[in-house]
């Protein structure tokens, strides 16, 4: 039987998602060990990210292949504004600043913008975490700090969509189209993609340590 895609992205990227899901920050995350400024400092790094990357998507609203993957109610950066002024009050903007492995994200999101297949396996590499495994840090986060809808945790939360497991459903059957719509280079191409891109998200949490050492 022939692996879809979808599945095929999946299987050649698992280990790196483990990987991401290990590091130290998230870990004293998940055991409640970093107060509410240090969990910030991760939401700040997450609205340069997706800023960028909501950017990008409305940039290729039109295109054939791309436009397939562009989602208005995914877009993030109003929800890590409200997050963020709710960690860090109404100056939030004056408290941030991108690290410098962020900085390295962004730029490898502008840089792959005007390639399909680098803009998706990005998008997918940040949205199908988010849809997943970002909904159980979701509720642990609410039972640490005790968040509400309305600010601290509304990254994660996605009500525009629906049924979550649907809208997977359906971006995953998306990636299928776009793999037959591809060749065997553009297919492998976009796999490098995606494996660098969960490298270089690993390498914003490592760059959180200092938060976790901080918090020691």
Request: hydrophobic share 40%; glycine share 10%; charged share 25%.
């Amino acid at each position: 039987m022939t692996t879809s895609f979808s599945e095929t992205l999946r299987n050649a990227t698992w280990a790196d998602h483990e990987s991401a899901e290990s590091e130290g920050y998230l870990s004293a995350l998940m055991a409640g060990r970093l107060s509410e400024q240090e969990y910030g400092e991760m939401v700040a790094q997450h609205y340069f990210a997706y800023t960028a990357l909501d950017g990008v998507s409305r940039d290729l609203t039109d295109h054939p292949l791309a436009g397939g993957f562009v989602f208005p109610e995914l877009y993030r950066e109003r929800a890590l504004e409200r997050d963020l002024a709710t960690v860090y009050g109404p100056a939030w903007r004056d408290r941030i600043t991108p690290s410098k492995s962020t900085r390295t994200l962004v730029a490898r999101i502008q840089q792959v913008a005007d390639w399909p297949g680098g803009y998706v396996a990005h998008h997918y590499t940040r949205y199908l975490g988010d849809l997943s495994g970002g909904q159980f840090i979701r509720m642990e986060l609410q039972k640490i700090y005790g968040y509400a809808k309305g600010g601290g945790v509304d990254f994660y939360i996605f009500d525009e969509l629906g049924s979550l497991p649907r809208f997977k459903n359906e971006y995953r059957s998306r990636l299928d189209g776009l793999g037959l719509a591809l060749d065997e280079r553009e297919r492998e191409r976009m796999i490098g993609e995606v494996k660098l891109a969960y490298q270089l998200n690993t390498e914003v949490l490592a760059e959180l340590m200092h938060v976790v050492k901080a918090a020691a």
